[in-house]
């Protein structure tokens, strides 16, 4: 099946700093991508669409000043975290369609997050 | 999209079928069922998706009851490495490829 990579797998940074993400769609092209955020013991809460050449669209509540994503080509979608607080500090994790409409979609392995 | 319902926790022996419920009593008759499963530390795995007929591939099975309101996802043998948390989603036809994860239930598979 399709590979979806992230980069890095952790991270741990001041707050008050940015930190960006990478996901990377490995043997295909995804013209959307998914960013999701996961606390500790709960479920993966989806954060924002990532359209290839366009603007996220970020669910509601998610500030899109504080996460900004940029999907600049058909493999690549970054999420910064900007002025990081501990209280952004979670597991971010991607995902991509190899095709559009279809309805199975790969995951990458997800960033943890640590703001101290 | 429609909400599920799953129990939080199952266990499971290895080596046995375990047999995982979803109630979607709201789903329309557009709505995709998924299953999705994330082992510890991971981002999630596609495991199977249905939309009324009975579905099986290489990972499990999808069983949909005849009013669509309910599913189960067999695993017809399970292994410790199916040790996870599944996730029953329904997925409308506009297929934005949004997927709203609700809590899911936890398997142990006991050796």
């Known amino acids: 099946g399709a590979v979806v990579s992230q980069h890095p797998s952790w991270v741990i940074c001041k707050s008050g700093t940015s930190v960006k993400i990478e996901c990377r769609s490995l043997?295909?092209?995804?013209?959307?991508m998914f960013w999701y955020r996961q606390f500790p013991k709960q479920s993966l809460m989806l954060m924002a669409t990532?359209?290839?050449?366009?603007?996220?669209?970020?669910e509601q509540g998610v500030e899109k000043d504080k996460f900004l994503i940029n999907h600049a080509s058909l493999t690549l979608s970054t999420l910064t975290v900007t002025s990081a607080h501990p209280e952004d500090s979670s597991f971010y994790i991607c995902?991509?369609?190899?095709?559009?409409?279809?309805?199975?979609?790969?995951f990458g392995p997800g960033t943890r997050l640590t703001v101290t | 999209d429609a909400k599920t319902t799953q129990p939080n926790s199952m266990e499971s022996n290895e080596e046995e079928p375990v047999h995982l419920p979803c109630n979607h009593s709201?789903?329309?008759?557009?709505?995709?069922i998924h299953w999705y499963r994330q082992l510890p530390s991971q981002g999630p795995e596609y495991v199977i998706h249905?939309?009324?007929s009975n579905v099986n591939n290489r990972m499990a099975s999808l069983a949909i009851a005849e009013d669509r309101k309910s599913s189960t996802l067999i695993l017809h043998r399970a292994t410790l490495r199916d040790a996870a948390v599944y996730y029953c989603?329904?997925?409308?036809?506009?297929?934005?490829?949004?997927?709203?994860f609700g809590q899911g239930t936890t398997l142990q598979v006991k050796p």
């Open positions: 995902s991509a369609r190899d095709r559009p409409g279809v309805y199975e979609q790969y």
């Open positions: 043997d295909f092209q995804a013209t959307t």
């Open positions: 990532s359209n290839e050449g366009s603007k996220a669209t970020y």
């Open positions: 709201t789903i329309s008759g557009t709505d995709y």
């Open positions: 249905g939309l009324t």
């Open positions: 989603i329904l997925h409308g036809s506009s297929n934005t490829g949004k997927l709203i």
